[in-house]
């Protein structure tokens, strides 16, 4: 157990939907950051927030965005999803930057 | 692009034999960390290696880094049936982008 935890553990919905992944960092990290992974694309780094402000953007589409609560939890909001959004989506926390990265169990959205 | 390259793509060994797995990467690194995961689950962090170490060791591994070939090996010895997993070398690069960046991965098996 790494002491991240993401909520919903699976998630199916349909084309067009939007949803909502949550995570929570191990306590004390600063940092979250989201990754998608999938059959074709292997695992892509996301987002990065740091104490609540974005501090860096990776491969993240423009339907997809993020936010970092003042606890320090985060949320990935998915819309418009397309088929291609079905994935394995983690989220990861560290203390501080260029740190050990700590990940979460993962959600495993479906898209119809 | 790819930071990190792992090879071979697939590895089957007996139980109780070393396996060794090598890990490319491009562009200068602050650190590269290795992970396992085991079928579709969640990514557990084994060792974070410095570019300013060239060995480390954890239990029954070790992580050698040469920064000159930029590249880094991962040697599991004793290996055992529990090892079977997807191993993969993460790395960041710095700039203010503190996501990681994996390879591809290399997929484990332990025959008993």
């Known amino acids: 157990d790494s002491g991240v935890t993401q909520t919903p553990k699976h998630l199916i919905t349909a084309t067009g939907q939007r949803v909502t992944l949550r995570c929570s960092p191990r306590?004390?990290?600063?940092?979250v950051y989201w990754y998608q992974q999938s059959l074709d694309q292997g695992l892509q780094f996301l987002i990065q927030?740091?104490?609540?402000?974005?501090?860096a953007k990776g491969n993240i589409l423009e339907r997809f965005s993020a936010q970092q609560f003042p606890d320090l939890h985060s949320e990935l909001n998915l819309s418009s999803l397309e088929l291609g959004d079905s994935a394995l989506y983690f989220c990861?926390?560290?203390?501080?930057?260029?740190?050990?990265?700590?990940f979460g169990p993962g959600t495993r959205l479906l898209v119809l | 692009s790819q930071q990190g390259e792992e090879d071979p793509q697939a590895l089957s060994i007996q139980e109780g034999e070393n396996a060794t797995m090598n890990c490319s990467y491009k562009?200068?690194?602050?650190?590269l960390q290795w992970y396992r995961q085991n079928s579709g689950r969640g990514l557990v962090h084994l060792i974070l290696?410095?570019?300013?170490?060239r060995e480390k060791h954890s239990g029954r591994l070790r992580v050698t880094l040469d920064t000159s070939k930029k590249s880094s090996s991962l040697l599991i010895t004793a290996s055992r049936a529990a090892d079977t997993a997807s191993y993969f070398c993460?790395?960041?690069?710095?700039?203010?982008?503190?996501?990681?960046?994996f390879g591809k991965g290399t997929h484990l098996i332990i025959q008993p």
């Open positions: 990861a926390s560290s203390v501080g930057r260029i740190e050990t990265q700590y």
């Open positions: 306590s004390g990290d600063l940092s």
């Open positions: 927030y740091y104490n609540g402000e974005e501090r």
């Open positions: 562009t200068s690194i602050n650190n």
């Open positions: 290696i410095r570019s300013n170490e």
């Open positions: 993460a790395a960041t690069s710095g700039g203010g982008a503190d996501g990681l960046t």
